[in-house]
């Protein structure tokens, strides 16, 4: 186990992890220990926001996972986060009992408004936590898993594989639309109001989930570290490269696509399970392509194969959005919309890129200067 | 090393300390009343929600030009929820909390008034929502002052059956919450007429469809059997154009079956040829044809605003300009921006509408208008060929529906919006 | 009362030779027929119909321009005196027309009068109206629509009108239909047992849905009618049978028409994706560049040469072309062409540039749909047996099988084809045997492009005019192309028409969503199957 750790944990990594447990320390407490008069409280509108950001950077991570290392470009990421955030709202749902407009004690509103008789049967279970859980694992990872069985048993690649996952998440976006599905239709699920009975409205429920967004976004983040450090990661990387000639070693590429992809989807699930309580709606806009291509543009803005930069570059592209929606409504599409250009021509490896290439400038500064020999930089790992 | 980590745990705080700087930086502005406006800028939404921006900046302007509200300027805070409905309680959220508005005046769908309505409530502010709605709803901090069903639907049906015969029905609709709840009350509303089964046709369609052909071609079939048919739809906008264009080719007449709409307004049909349209029909509280001098006026000066002599105004500004003028005789009355007090105060304030009433805000948070029933003329617009006698009263709660027939929204008196008149309780409150 | 009308009608059957001996028309009359007119300005719409039956039962030829009038919304009332009068614009100011001497009676501000309002009841009795009065029409045009009319009011009183028209018709299409319209008002009527059969066999031959609305109609509603009833209840059967068999035909059809819609918003894409591997995340902005570029072009047209208007297609396309052609070389040269070899990185950039060209839209014209008219060859549709053909669908897929012959013309044979096919296949080769490939790389992408915006100008006849337009076809598109195999242009078109049609024929049983969602997952088992899609193209030169 601690080899395992040690293996995993390079400069970066530690780094990351110190910068999420200052997250989940500092934030909570300023937002409330620290009186809202102060100059350093945060607010909860802030609270909420960074819980939301540490989501979507756990989903960039899982992007990461295939697309940075196994060289899988799934456009239809975003489908495995709604499933997870399904998952978590269908047990909301249920947790509001008859607080529901029209008070009845098991059927969700807009059932009772639709007419519908009695809860259909796949919401059964759904008001236990401990199955609600396991399904943000379970649902992801089985659609993954089967979808991947199918898909690189038949060595579907490419951009062929690109746009069937778009397809997959297209049609599962036009099925949660439906009514009749019993998910709420274009509504979705809201309204929610408590969570293992804390109020989600409440400020402490807020930090709390803040708080369980850090550790999900260090524990997906660390398997990742693991499996990629690991023999195992080497030949994923080596499927990546040279799918073929891997194959032709020997190795069951299949299996070891499948395997990445499957975790991949649950990881994505949790993000999504994290996401619904704290934005406070689920509903089949979360399936669309656009949303899943979002994503992608996300890993590729933080550095693709580095796991650290897509969590970064999840983060720093919706606070830019947050940021831009508010100050420029008017012209925030033109400013994002540039940035992802110039984001690619100039920034190939992201921000991870940008990183070390200042580092690499940096070092033939001193190199020069103080002709003291620097390490070579450790950016190999991101190519 | 260290300084490589260093840098990263920078890169990483900074954006922590970016947001909070961003809070600090949003201080109080001196003297202003700050009001919201929480319609999407982008996406598929803009091309409905920014004209309602735009109103909202008018009337805004105006008022300030009156002098403001409270000896205070009025300020407009525009943010861009980007159609998308998380985005939409976020917003609200930062609007509330950050930019401390006075008000909210914004959504457009019925999903981004569900993602918001938590927020108004946990934070305690109002939101005036313009939108022609399903009902079902009627929720302390919002105000809605668009039409409930009995506002629109069912005068609009009544109409066609009275007037102009119909027998037989095609309910046809984009798959969502409106229409679904728009058909449901208008079916069991039918059936109570006593039109059978067999003469009702439901037909959903996903958003944004654009290939009409076989649909078009199962109405002109349905409405060959004999019997006086008549389409009432509640397709959403977007897929109205192609709707209409694939109507007008096939050759389906108004004469023939009239197709009563109501989310077709002047806004959408600008973007059709309305001759092969003329005769068909939408149900709305306001046409921009209305022929009052209230109207006028308030045209013109929408169109100066706009610099647009040919901009046309439509039913969901005219909710807009009553709830914000609603909105600002509140506030004088209780004499402060508090959303308690001004809550309080707003019920049974009267303002004039553009149709020469006056319209009442009612103790359920819904309005008295009048139902007018226009038909489409060659330019676009609407001729008035009906119109309720006086005003009628939104009904929150539909009576035609089993599960809301016994509930009752009053925030005067009962201080609930979903009292059961049967088991004498407030629904809500899970008692 | 029959007798009454019987003898209207020798009136208005004489009434030509009548007008040539009499010129003017007794003053007496027209003082009646005047008062008629007048009482248009008043009362309610069911006093109105009223009054437009009192009007078509005088049969004075005079009515039907008021009548026509009064349809087209050009009857007004000046206020000041509450006259009747037929206007026509100009410019600013409306011209009057006195409605029964047809003189001349000065301009008047829109503001001065009021319209005389029309709602679908009238409507029907003004039509009805018409109908019976422009039976003998001089033009064939309108003595068919007369017909049509008179077939949809079933007026049991324009019999007469009708025996004395068919008896002077020689066209034999109008003829036609005067004798279905003749069946049609018999079925209503007090006639013989005997001459109602005759008639429902007159609307068996017709055969359409309005021959069977009037035939369920009696066999519904007649129950006491016996035999009648019995005979049009048979009578509707056959009908439908002989539709359930169009049904078929007219599902391929629809199927084919959405297919040539997909083909046409694919084929762009089969160019910069399929042939280039350039993930063109902005096709669609392409394709919504041309929607506008046509909406500018009418624009232009209507307000500086409006008899053009029929024409702004043709000035549109060309330009489409060259606009949506020169930004996909401005995106090529500017972005792609650093990115060769990133397939992945131009989907990033090339989405983020999607999202800058809506916004630049959306600043410019603003966020509403705007107003792109059908030319009037386009208006309209074709009927074919009981089919209903939009003329604009039939358009759509004409042009779009000619562009996708084009295009096949140009890359299969002629120089700079060649040069496309070279360059994807071995750019290296390429290269060095001359061929400047940065060049070529900068031209396909242009056309690739330039196709999307002709699209563009074709689906804005269809649909929305906004600045999502794009959006709602990128997903599509990508489909198409991808089922039809990455590469090949015959894979988008047997892709495109396969995914109409399956479309077409699942949206009856399933309805319009789970039809497409059906599509979607049979596209993904497919691709299963055939993991290059349906014409995957063999050797090396995919290995990418």
Not at chain 1, 178 to 204: A, C, I, P, V
Request: aromatic share 10%; glycine share 10%.
């Amino acid at each position: 186990m601690t080899s395992v750790l040690s293996r995993s944990l390079n400069r970066h990594a530690l780094a990351f992890l110190a910068a999420l447990a200052v997250i989940a320390v500092v934030v909570p407490v300023l937002n409330l220990a620290v009186p809202e008069t102060s100059a350093f409280h945060v607010p909860t509108y802030a609270v909420a926001l960074i819980g939301k950001y540490l989501c979507f950077a756990l989903l960039a991570v899982s992007i990461d996972l295939i697309w940075g290392y196994c060289g899988i470009l799934s456009l239809g990421h975003g489908a495995f986060f709604a499933l997870g955030g399904y998952a978590m709202g269908m047990y909301l749902m249920r947790q509001i009992g008859d607080r529901g407009v029209y008070g009845d004690p098991v059927l969700p509103d807009f059932m009772v408004f639709l007419n519908w008789g009695e809860l259909p049967w796949y919401w059964y279970g759904f008001d236990q936590f401990w199955f609600a859980c396991l399904m943000v694992l379970v649902v992801p990872g089985l659609l993954a898993f089967v979808f991947g069985w199918f898909a690189f048993r038949s060595r579907v690649t490419g951009v062929y594989l690109s746009i069937i996952t778009q397809a997959l998440t297209y049609a599962l976006m036009l099925a949660f639309f439906r009514n009749n599905m019993g998910f709420g239709g274009n509504n979705g699920l809201t309204d929610f109001k408590d969570l293992l009975g804390f109020d989600l409205q409440s400020d402490e429920t807020r930090a709390g989930l803040l708080i369980a967004s850090c550790v999900a976004l260090a524990t997906g983040f660390l398997i990742c570290r693991a499996i990629v450090t690991s023999r195992f990661g080497k030949v994923i990387v080596a499927i990546r490269d040279a799918e073929s000639r891997t194959r032709f070693l020997g190795y069951r590429v299949e299996a070891y696509k499948l395997f990445v992809f499957t975790l991949s989807a649950c990881l994505a699930g949790v993000a999504g399970a994290l996401y619904v309580p704290q934005v406070g709606i689920i509903n089949p806009s979360e399936f669309a392509p656009a949303n899943s291509i979002e994503a992608v543009i996300w890993v590729a803005v933080g550095g693709r194969g580095t796991l650290v930069g897509p969590a970064i570059g999840a983060a720093l592209v919706n606070f830019a959005k947050t940021w831009l929606t508010g100050s420029f409504p008017e012209i925030w599409l033109f400013v994002l919309g540039g940035l992802f250009v110039v984001v690619t021509l100039f920034l190939p490896k992201g921000i991870m890129g940008l990183a070390g290439t200042l580092r690499g400038a940096l070092s033939r500064f001193r190199l020069k200067a103080g002709g003291v020999a620097v390490g070579e930089p450790s950016t190999k790992a991101a190519e | 090393m260290s300084s490589n980590s260093l840098s990263l745990r920078n890169l990483a705080a900074a954006v922590v300390v970016g947001i909070g700087v961003l809070w600090a930086s949003a201080v109080q502005a001196a003297d202003t009343i700050k009001v919201g406006i929480l319609h999407s800028l982008s996406g598929t939404m803009a091309i409905s929600e920014t004209t309602l921006k735009d109103a909202m900046l008018m009337l805004i302007e105006e008022q300030n030009k009156k002098g403001g509200l409270l000896g205070k300027k009025l300020e407009p805070v525009v943010v861009d929820p980007a159609s998308n409905w998380p985005l939409f309680a976020e917003k609200a959220r930062e609007l509330i909390e950050k930019d401390k508005v006075a008000a909210v005046f914004g959504c457009w769908t019925s999903v981004s008034r569900k993602s918001v309505l938590p927020v108004f409530e946990e934070l305690n502010s109002i939101l005036f929502y313009p939108v022609q709605y399903e009902g079902e709803e009627s929720q302390r901090n919002v105000f809605y002052t668009g039409a409930a069903p009995n506002q629109q639907a069912i005068p609009a049906v009544d109409y066609l059956m009275n007037e102009e015969g119909v027998k037989r029905w095609v309910l046809a609709g984009t798959d969502y919450v409106y229409p679904r709840t728009t058909n449901k009350i208008l079916e069991a509303y039918l059936i109570s007429k006593g039109v059978p089964k067999e003469d009702i046709m439901i037909n959903y369609t996903p958003f944004g469809h654009s290939d009409w052909q076989t649909i078009v071609s199962d109405i002109k079939k349905f409405g060959s059997a004999g019997k006086k048919t008549a389409v009432v739809s509640t397709i959403n906008g977007d897929a109205n154009v192609p709707f209409y264009k694939e109507l007008g080719n096939q050759g389906i007449k108004a004469e023939d079956i009239p197709v009563v709409a109501f989310s077709v307004g002047e806004e959408e049909l600008a973007g059709i040829d309305t001759k092969p349209l003329v005769g068909h029909l939408a149900a709305w509280n306001y046409f921009q044809s209305v022929d009052t001098p209230e109207n006028t006026d308030f045209v013109k000066k929408w169109q100066a605003f706009t610099k647009d002599p040919k901009r046309v105004s439509n039913d969901p500004m005219e909710a807009h300009m009553i709830g914000f003028n609603m909105w600002v005789k509140a506030v004088e009355k209780a004499g402060t921006t508090d959303p308690d007090k001004v809550i309080d105060s707003i019920v049974g304030i009267k303002v004039p509408n553009l149709s020469g009433g006056m319209s009442e805000m009612l103790p359920n948070h819904h309005i008295t208008k009048p139902v007018l029933i226009g038909e489409v003329q060659d330019d676009g617009q609407f001729e008035i060929v009906w119109q309720t006698d006086g005003l009628v009263a939104g009904d929150a709660w539909s009576d035609h529906l089993p599960g809301s027939k016994d509930l009752k929204a009053d925030w005067v008196d009962l201080k609930c919006g979903n009292y059961n008149t049967v088991t004498k309780k407030c629904g809500g409150k899970g008692a | 009362m029959i007798v009454i009308r019987r003898f209207q009608l020798i009136a208005l059957a004489l009434l030509p030779l009548v007008a040539l001996v009499l010129t003017p028309p007794s003053a007496a009359h027209a003082d009646t027929l005047d008062a008629l007119v007048q009482k248009l300005a008043s009362g309610g719409f069911s006093a109105r119909a009223k009054v437009v039956d009192e009007l078509a039962a005088t049969g004075d030829e005079r009515v039907s321009a008021v009548l026509e009038a009064l349809q087209g919304g050009d009857l007004f009332t000046r206020k000041s005196d509450k006259r009747v009068f037929i206007t026509r614009s100009a410019g600013d100011e409306l011209t009057l027309v006195d409605p029964i001497s047809g003189q001349q009676a000065g301009t008047a501000p829109k503001s001065a009068l009021k319209k005389i309002r029309v709602n679908n009841r009238l409507r029907r009795a003004i039509r009805a109206a018409l109908g019976s009065l422009t039976l003998l029409n001089p033009d064939p045009a309108k003595r068919l629509a007369a017909a049509e009319a008179v077939f949809k009011s079933r007026d049991a009183n324009a019999l007469a009108a009708l025996d004395t028209a068919i008896a002077k018709e020689t066209n034999a299409g109008v003829k036609r239909a005067l004798e279905e319209a003749r069946a049609a008002a018999l079925l209503y009527s007090d006639a013989p047992e005997t001459e109602k059969i005759r008639a429902i066999a007159v609307l068996q031959t017709r055969g359409d849905r309005d021959a069977l609305a009037l035939l369920l109609g009696l066999a519904g509603a007649g129950k006491d009618a016996g035999a009648v009833a019995e005979v049009a209840t048979s009578s509707a059967a056959v009908i439908e049978r002989n539709l359930a068999a169009w049904n078929t035909v007219q599902n391929i059809i629809y199927g084919v028409s959405l297919g040539s819609v997909l083909l046409l918003a694919a084929i762009g894409l089969a160019i910069t994706f399929g042939v280039m591997g350039v993930i063109n995340m902005a096709h669609g902005e392409m394709v919504m560049l041309g929607a506008y570029t046509t909406f500018t072009v009418q624009e232009i047209i209507r307000l500086s040469a409006p008899e053009l208007f029929d024409y702004s297609l043709f000035f549109a396309l060309p330009l489409a072309f060259m606009i949506a052609g020169a930004v996909g070389i401005a995106i090529e040269r500017g972005i792609i062409r650093w990115l060769y070899g990133r397939p992945l990185e131009t989907l990033l950039a090339t989405w983020g540039l999607s999202l800058i060209l809506q916004q630049a839209i959306r600043s410019i014209y603003g966020p509403t749909n705007r107003e792109v008219g059908n030319p009037s060859w386009m208006a309209g549709s074709l009927e074919v047996g009981s089919l209903t053909l939009t003329y604009n669908r039939l358009w759509i897929i004409v042009f779009s099988i000619a562009v996708f012959a084009v295009l096949l013309l140009i890359l299969k044979h002629t120089r700079f084809g060649l040069q496309v096919r070279a360059v994807t296949q071995n750019r290296e080769m390429a290269g060095s045997m001359g061929i400047r490939t940065g060049r070529v790389d900068a031209l396909t992408f242009g056309l690739g492009s330039g196709i999307a915006g002709i699209a563009g100008v074709a689906l804005s006849q269809i649909d929305n005019v906004s600045p999502n337009l794009g959006q709602a076809y990128i997903i599509d598109s990508f489909m198409v192309v991808v089922f039809g195999g990455v590469g090949n242009l015959w894979g988008t078109l047997v892709g495109a028409m396969t995914l109409g049609i399956a479309n077409k024929f699942l949206e009856p049983f399933t309805g319009a969503v789970l039809g497409k969602i059906l599509v979607l997952v049979m596209i993904i088992l497919f691709i299963q199957k055939r993991p290059r899609g349906l014409f995957a193209l063999k050797g090396r030169a995919v290995e990418a």
